[in-house]
């Protein structure tokens, strides 16, 4: 992404001229296509496609040249430790790669593949690189955090001289079929094949070995043009240690929908790679990068990857996690029947077959056997981690635009969003708050008095996020920069001297966070004596951290560049920069001595395991409706792949949208777990309340619904740092057994509150049609009207432009607070309503998770969690936990929650028998007492009004319905 400021309006009119006319000769802006290699660009990708292609053109005499050699083959301490044989030559010569198969105690299995060669370091480099000579081992370093006991019941239950058969995982449903020539692995649940490995004959250990220097004209026996330097758009990859790619076939056996490797703008249900009608020519690709104006429903690679697939049909769920932080492509193609050619069944279900590619590192592949999504989500949390508990203020609205120019500027939004009572928690400052792009600085003539905005919007209880890039401005008297230097904490060139690059601040060095040192520098630079200008409500937003380096390769670093530890680049490119992000927020966790408070970071890069560290938002999108409708599907892709808090920018980066657009986005971002506005340098301001009528009311009438929901959103954070669970739920998530639903994208269930969401994204739509996944009773969020649905077929609902299309789903009890406020801090100790929608069978639960969204007071046990439940005969709330709350020392945030009620209940739907009466009795802290009920009955909508219940919210309470 390249800056446009300072182009005089003469220059931007002329552009706009230019473009409009070459509009007219072929497509409008989009991505620069060139930029970024296709598959057949990358040596090691083609020759793997090549290998396929191969394979599949011999399938009857193709053979896999990989055996184990299992002297005596034993399973100790639920793993299994072998040596894979590769035969690489007519002669029989043989090349070791020991391999672990690993049974894990939450019936993940786990397989790792390593070169014998490499890890003894007896190889030698080109160009004298000092490069590392093993195959980049550390990936689980960074993204494992837990999950790995191993299972010391898992047993070989079978074994010959062809196969191993080990039984594992929960109740030893699972079972691991080791075949040993050629190597390959059957995993299978209940007796059933889910996940075959090298079926195809794919695995590809591209294993080290020297460049033979042949005199001109003589011929290679092998096709060796991609195996050493390669150039692409004028930069060279010097390649010092050759061609060493790892490459398998994982095919899905039975499962026709196969979802995740974020992050890419196609369908949830990934689409074919291979051609053929409507399919994708290219591998999805993943190699984190700063792709200027991203293209819609492409395989291309964007801003962060996460190497995990689900596989889900009727009742079933499968993942596979590739923990390969390289370059990565992966093929997928779908078969008809039974993958088995020769089987006559053609009634058999379909299978996906999919071939993974990486360009460097060891074989590290986790195999999850489900059944449920629910099992995946959580072991691949367990794995990973799973979503840092928010800071509260982060599920509010954040207003971002690049820039907010002087510190006038910011407090003149902030005054207007007051003036028209629009809700808001945060206001961002671009890049061009700093000093001439030097981060860790204010500019001295716009933003003169910083702590003043602070104290402005912390009077609101509102907050500030700066941007700190990874890029240090490479200028003297600047002491960021010198102590980069002379610490020698910068990422190196390929000749072990300080890469140099260009950003926004023109010639830069990277901080290398894979350095201890550098993230203990970087700790140093964020305390609020240090990093003037800060206080305690600033947080922080890392843009850029791909990383993106203009002029380079591919807009990022080249791969021979060197890290700590002397790894490549190439090794490490997709962590980058999630230990960017992870530096940020260990650094805002030490700004000050016994501060002990959650930090808020952004980041554009990720990775398996960036969910522990904060939010990341989908870059830079462009103001139009496919981009709106393509966030929402992006979006719950990031939940299912472990990293939920997300968002993008509302509404549109690029270009400037027309009101209609601009409301329907609000209306959609109100249910981005990340919700943000943000827009180009370049494009018209946008504040909400600048719409005009009917605009900003629509608008500020999708925040309020934000902001009532609050309580919702937290306890659906709450679910998803406890068990990795998606805030927004696809129908297959939430419905495993009901099949209609797998390719659903354009809808979702906000966590478990059986609200059931299908935003508008398209321009002059009305009205729209809404899945229904099960026969449950639906009623409309708005009027509470019945909504005569049927299972597995649409109901069409109204969609004025002042209308988000919402069910309820029948049984369940959703939190809110009704009362509208500036901030989500100013309703931190206001009342509870409660939301009950009646099931067919008259029941309800839900659940209400809150603390004090700030420190971690909660690990202490300072929060209230509480389950309400509705049957027939009693409404109640209990502790969800069955705590005894009376034994718990209160703190100043739970000691004020004394005094915080559920003061209203609206139960919708039920029989009147039961709610058209004028009163219930209470009953809570041994007393008992009525409340009043207002009835409602017309048109459809059937639902009671419990006024003033005066329940404290932390205390047990029960409404007896007889
Ligand atoms: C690129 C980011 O994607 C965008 O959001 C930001 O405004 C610019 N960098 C400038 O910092």
């Given at each position: 992404?390249?800056?446009?400021?300072?182009?005089?309006?003469?220059?931007?009119?002329?552009?706009?001229?230019?473009?409009?006319?070459?509009?007219?000769?072929?497509?409008?802006?989009?991505?620069?296509?060139?930029?970024?290699?296709?598959?057949?660009?990358?040596?090691?990708?083609?020759?793997?496609?090549?290998?396929?292609?191969?394979?599949?053109?011999?399938?009857?005499?193709?053979?896999?040249?990989?055996?184990?050699?299992?002297?005596?083959?034993?399973?100790?301490?639920?793993?299994?430790?072998?040596?894979?044989?590769?035969?690489?030559?007519?002669?029989?010569?043989?090349?070791?790669?020991?391999?672990?198969?690993?049974?894990?105690?939450?019936?993940?299995?786990?397989?790792?593949?390593?070169?014998?060669?490499?890890?003894?370091?007896?190889?030698?480099?080109?160009?004298?690189?000092?490069?590392?000579?093993?195959?980049?081992n550390e990936a689980a370093k960074w993204s494992i955090v837990g999950g790995l006991e191993p299972d010391l019941k898992a047993e070989i239950v079978h074994q010959d001289d062809s196969q191993i058969n080990v039984q594992y995982?929960?109740?030893?449903?699972?079972?691991?079929?080791?075949?040993?020539?050629?190597?390959?692995?059957?995993?299978?649940?209940?007796?059933?094949?889910?996940?075959?490995?090298?079926?195809?004959?794919l695995f590809n250990f591209e294993h080290w070995r020297p460049k033979v220097e042949r005199p001109e004209g003589e011929e290679n026996p092998e096709e060796e043009s991609t195996w050493w330097d390669e150039t692409f758009g004028g930069s060279t990859d010097t390649k010092p240690r050759g061609p060493e790619s790892v490459a398998l076939d994982i095919s899905f056996h039975g499962y026709e929908h196969v979802y995740g490797i974020p992050e890419h703008t196609g369908p949830l249900s990934l689409k074919q790679t291979r051609g053929g009608d409507g399919n994708y020519d290219e591998p999805y690709r993943m190699y984190n990068a700063d792709v200027f104006e991203y293209i819609l429903d492409s395989p291309m690679t964007l801003y962060g990857s996460i190497p995990f697939m689900q596989a889900h049909r009727k009742d079933s769920s499968v993942g596979l996690l590739w923990l390969n932080a390289a370059d990565t492509w992966v093929d997928i193609i779908k078969t008809k029947g039974s993958s088995n050619p020769l089987s006559l069944n053609a009634e058999a279900p379909s299978s996906t077959q999919t071939h993974w590619i990486s360009e460097a590192g060891i074989f590290d592949v986790f195999v999850f056997l489900g059944p449920t999504p629910q099992d995946i989500s959580k072991k691949y949390g367990e794995l990973t981690g799973t979503t840092a508990m928010p800071q509260e203020f982060a599920l509010g609205y954040h207003q971002c635009r690049w820039n907010y120019i002087s510190e006038d500027d910011v407090k003149d939004v902030d005054r207007r969003f007051d003036k028209w009572q629009i809700p808001y928690d945060v206001i961002w400052l671009d890049i061009e708050y700093t000093d001439e792009i030097k981060y860790f600085t204010f500019d001295p003539h716009s933003f003169t008095d910083p702590i003043s905005i602070g104290k402005q919007l912390d009077s609101h209880g509102r907050k500030?996020?700066?941007?700190?890039?990874?890029?240090?401005?490479?200028?003297?008297?600047?002491?960021?920069?010198?102590?980069?230097?002379?610490?020698?904490?910068?990422?190196?060139?390929?000749?072990?001297?300080?890469?140099?690059?260009?950003?926004?601040?023109?010639?830069?060095?990277?901080?290398?966070?894979f350095n201890p040192k550098a993230r203990e520098w970087w700790k140093t630079l964020y305390k609020y004596e240090n990093f003037n200008g800060t206080m305690e409500n600033t947080f922080i937003w890392n843009d850029m951290n791909e990383p993106s380096v203009f002029h380079g390769p591919e807009t990022t670093m080249p791969k021979d560049n060197l890290h700590f530890d002397d790894w490549e680049h190439r090794d490490v490119h997709n962590l980058n920069g999630m230990t960017y992000h992870h530096s940020t927020f260990e650094a805002l966790k030490s700004r000050k001595k016994g501060e002990f408070r959650r930090p808020f970071v952004l980041t554009r890069a990720f990775f398996s395991g960036s969910q522990r560290f904060g939010a990341m938002w989908t870059g830079d999108n462009l103001a139009d409706w496919g981009h709106l409708q393509t966030s929402i599907t992006m979006l719950i892709n990031q939940g299912i792949s472990g990293f939920p808090f997300s968002g993008a920018d509302v509404a549109g980066f690029f270009g400037d949208p027309e009101s209609e657009l601009i409301t329907r986005w609000y209306q959609t971002a109100a249910f981005y777990p990340f919700f943000r506005a943000h827009a180009h340098i370049d494009t018209r301001r946008r504040e909400p309340y600048l719409l005009g009528d009917p605009y900003t009311a629509i608008a500020t009438a999708a925040l309020r619904l934000r902001y009532s929901l609050l309580p919702s959103w937290y306890t659906t954070f709450f679910y998803a740092n406890r068990d990795g669970s998606p805030i927004l739920r696809p129908m297959f998530w939430t419905h495993p057994s009901s099949e209609g639903g797998l390719a659903i994208d354009d809808q979702f269930f906000l966590g478990s509150t059986g609200l059931l969401v299908k935003p508008i994204a398209?321009?002059?739509?009305?009205?729209?049609?809404?899945?229904?996944?099960?026969?449950?009773?639906?009623?409309?969020?708005?009027?509470?009207?019945?909504?005569?649905?049927?299972?597995?077929?649409?109901v069409t609902l109204d969609a004025p432009i002042d209308r988000i299309p919402m069910l309820i789903r029948g049984g369940h009890i959703i939190t809110r607070r009704d009362i509208p406020r500036r901030s989500s801090a100013l309703m931190r100790f206001d009342d509870y309503t409660l939301v009950i929608s009646v099931s067919k069978n008259n029941e309800a639960e839900g659940e209400l998770y809150v603390d004090d969204g700030d420190s971690y007071d909660y690990l202490e046990g300072q929060y209230i969690y509480r389950k309400f439940?509705?049957?027939?005969?009693?409404?109640?709330?209990?502790?969800?936990?069955?705590?005894?709350?009376?034994?718990?020392?209160?703190?100043?945030?739970?000691?004020?929650?004394?005094?915080?009620?559920?003061?209203?209940?609206?139960?919708?739907?039920?029989?009147?028998?039961?709610?058209n009466r004028k009163e219930v009795q209470v009953q809570s802290e041994g007393r008992t007492w009525s409340a009043n009920v207002d009835y409602h009955a017309a048109d459809g909508a059937y639902y009671a009004v419990i006024n003033r219940v005066g329940v404290r919210v932390g205390e047990n309470w029960s409404i007896k319905l007889d």
């Open positions: 992404m390249r800056s446009t400021m300072g182009l005089s309006w003469k220059w931007t009119a002329l552009l706009s001229l230019l473009s409009a006319l070459l509009c007219l000769i072929g497509p409008a802006l989009a991505v620069k296509e060139h930029d970024f290699k296709k598959c057949a660009q990358a040596g090691f990708c083609k020759r793997n496609r090549d290998y396929a292609d191969k394979a599949a053109s011999q399938s009857s005499t193709w053979i896999s040249p990989y055996q184990v050699a299992l002297d005596s083959p034993s399973l100790k301490d639920g793993q299994i430790q072998a040596v894979i044989l590769k035969t690489i030559n007519a002669a029989g010569e043989k090349v070791r790669l020991p391999v672990t198969i690993s049974f894990l105690q939450s019936g993940v299995a786990r397989v790792t593949i390593d070169e014998e060669r490499r890890q003894n370091k007896d190889i030698e480099l080109r160009h004298g690189s000092v490069a590392r000579k093993e195959r980049y995982g929960l109740e030893g449903k699972f079972e691991a079929v080791i075949k040993l020539s050629p190597f390959a692995i059957d995993f299978r649940r209940d007796g059933v094949s889910h996940i075959k490995f090298n079926e195809r004959g500030l996020v700066v941007i700190i890039d990874p890029h240090i401005k490479r200028v003297d008297n600047y002491p960021i920069n010198e102590q980069l230097q002379s610490l020698d904490l910068a990422v190196h060139d390929k000749d072990g001297k300080i890469y140099e690059g260009d950003c926004w601040p023109g010639l830069s060095n990277w901080i290398d966070c398209e321009k002059d739509k009305y009205s729209t049609d809404i899945w229904i996944p099960d026969d449950e009773v639906y009623y409309d969020y708005f009027t509470y009207k019945t909504v005569k649905t049927e299972q597995g077929k649409h439940t509705l049957t027939p005969n009693v409404l109640s709330s209990t502790d969800a936990e069955g705590r005894d709350t009376k034994k718990i020392k209160p703190g100043k945030w739970l000691k004020a929650m004394r005094d915080v009620h559920v003061q209203k209940i609206i139960v919708v739907g039920g029989t009147p028998d039961v709610w």
